[in-house]
């Protein structure tokens, strides 16, 4: 199956610093606060959730240029954070700014 895609929207809540790997790529982990109401059995529901993110060369350069409470549309896919960590976190591949 190669169905893995996820978009969503939000705040930006917490933004590192930019760094590189150790092969010199740059990567920024940030997370955005996603708030909406959904319809779900036809009963209206207030969603609200803190998404982690990681981004990669362009678009970790696009991140850092936002700040605190920048409101983004997010395209990307999740995965676990690490090997040894399945908490998951959202790969990024396009960022739009609201």
Do not use: W
């Amino acid at each position: 199956m190669n169905c893995n895609q996820t978009i969503i929207c939000g705040e930006i809540n917490k933004l590192a610093e930019l760094r590189y790997t150790p092969a010199g790529v740059a990567v920024v982990e940030f997370s955005i606060r996603h708030q909406s109401k959904q319809i779900n059995a036809d009963t209206s529901r207030q969603v609200m959730c803190d998404i982690s993110a990681i981004a990669f060369e362009q678009i970790a350069m696009l991140m850092i240029k936002l700040k605190i409470g920048a409101r983004v549309k997010l395209t990307g896919f999740l995965t676990k954070k690490s090997h040894n960590n399945q908490q998951l976190i959202l790969h990024v591949i396009n960022v739009t700014q609201l």
